[in-house]
């Protein structure tokens, strides 16, 4: 079990934050105002290797634990949640092109992905299979050697910015849950395009929305491992995209935090700062102890994933939902200590609550999180 960064862990963590901090925080908020995804650092942030995380050394990655990922997720929220969100997306889908992928798959996507030059997304969620992710229904039908795909994929993270798609398919329409394949779908496909974009609460850089596959002909040599492998897949590449969103979540809390502290030591009321009263040093001290915690138990899933450990998928689960929890409480504790000042944009503890949310529903709702804890401990007692 690990309670201190390693030197190399310490030294990556500052270069990050050195980054996040300097380029990033300062254009959180208008990135945010104007939806503007910030595509200009997804180069600079090649260039440190961190869209590479996942990638082997030969493809020009830095193949990281997942342990180091939590560390770096958590200094990028810090200064960007939203940042930090869609890189962790792109660096999931690497890390399954490289788990699932054959040679010529690795070598046609991993080197650009590393370098900045290719964006990735991930594909499961439809109108009508969210939770119920293995009730997906986009088809695709084998012609020769390509798949014929047909229907709509819904909230996809990096919509329309990204140029490589993961995308779950339905390749035996009896087959439910080993009834689903996983293609890799290029941005220019013919009968490829994007659908709606969303308007969201919060992460409002980052583009969510649909994809809309119209008699789209993807190479059969497209499709990462066999047929029937892609919701094992999905799940899979989740795990550690369960323990991302929990690390981001760590970074958000501890934003919110920081700023309530140097609030609560600024801010006079009735003759005395504000953190001199109860009121406030407890909720400050419950917010200090919440992000310990979530750290914590980040840290040792993203170890635990490592390790390739038993309970890893219940150890993922964990993180997340009590790192989402954790942040969703630290924000709106933090608007409180804010006051009026909380409830306006000149601060940015309102963006951060909006932020906090989603994590609660994306990559898997919180309820799917406890139930997957539940059925780790218990066994399946629902046949
Ligand atoms: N890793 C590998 N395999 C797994 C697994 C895991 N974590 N969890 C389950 N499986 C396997 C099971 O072993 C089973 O295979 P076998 O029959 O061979 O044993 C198969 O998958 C089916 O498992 P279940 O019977 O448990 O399936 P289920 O239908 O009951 O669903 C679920 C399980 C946990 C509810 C799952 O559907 C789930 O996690 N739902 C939430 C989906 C989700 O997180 N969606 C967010 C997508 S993110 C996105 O789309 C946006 C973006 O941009 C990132």
Redesign the pocket.
């Known amino acids: 079990m690990l309670f201190e960064l390693d030197d190399e862990q310490q030294e990556m963590r500052d270069v990050v934050r050195k980054f996040a901090q300097n380029e990033i925080a300062p254009h959180a908020d208008s990135w945010d105002d104007e939806h503007h995804f910030p595509r200009e650092i997804f180069k600079p942030l090649a260039e440190l290797g961190l869209a590479g995380l996942l990638i082997p050394e030969e493809y020009g990655g830095l193949n990281l634990s997942r342990l180091m990922g939590a560390i770096i997720y958590e200094e990028l929220a810090q200064a960007d949640s939203s940042t930090s969100t869609w890189l962790s ?1 792109h660096n999931m889908v690497a890390g399954l092109i490289n788990r699932f992928g054959n040679d010529e798959q690795r070598q046609r996507w991993l080197p650009g992905m590393a370098s900045g030059d290719l964006l990735g ?5 439809e109108a009508h299979a ?5 009730n997906l229904r986009t088809s695709a039908r084998r012609e020769g050697d390509h798949y014929i795909v047909n229907g709509s994929k819904f ?3 990096n919509a329309g910015q990204a140029d490589v798609y993961t995308v779950m398919v339905r390749t035996d329409p009896n087959g439910g ?1 080993k009834g689903i394949s996983t293609l890799v779908i290029e941005k220019d496909t013919p009968g490829f395009s994007i659908g709606k974009i969303e308007r969201k609460m919060g992460l409002n850089s980052d583009p969510t929305g649909e994809l809309i596959f119209e008699n789209c002909r993807v190479p059969v040599s497209h499709r990462l491992s066999d047929e029937g492998m892609g ?2 897949i999905a ?2 590449a ?2 550690g ?1 369960r323990i991302n969103i929990g690390a981001s979540s760590v970074g958000l809390a501890q934003a919110a935090f920081d700023v309530a502290t140097r609030y609560a030591k600024e801010r006079q009321a009735f003759g005395k700062p504000i953190g001199a009263f109860q009121g406030i040093q407890f909720m400050l001290a419950d917010m200090a102890m919440k992000i310990q915690a979530a750290r914590l138990l980040v840290y040792q899933a993203a170890s635990k994933y490592d390790d390739g450990a038993p309970d890893a ?1 219940m150890s993922a689960a964990m993180a997340k939902c009590f790192a989402t929890d954790t942040a969703m409480a630290v924000t709106t504790d933090a608007v409180q200590v804010l006051g009026g000042a909380g409830y306006v944009r000149d601060w940015p503890v309102e963006r951060y609550m909006r932020e906090a949310k989603v994590g609660q529903i ?3 709702a919180n309820q ?1 999180q406890r ?2 804890i539940a059925r780790a401990l218990l066994g399946r007692l629902d046949g």
């Open positions: 997306v997304a991930f594909s499961l969620s969210g939770s119920d992710a293995a909230w996809v993270t849950s919701f094992k799940l899979t989740l795990d995209g998928t994306v990559e898997g799917i139930m997957v």
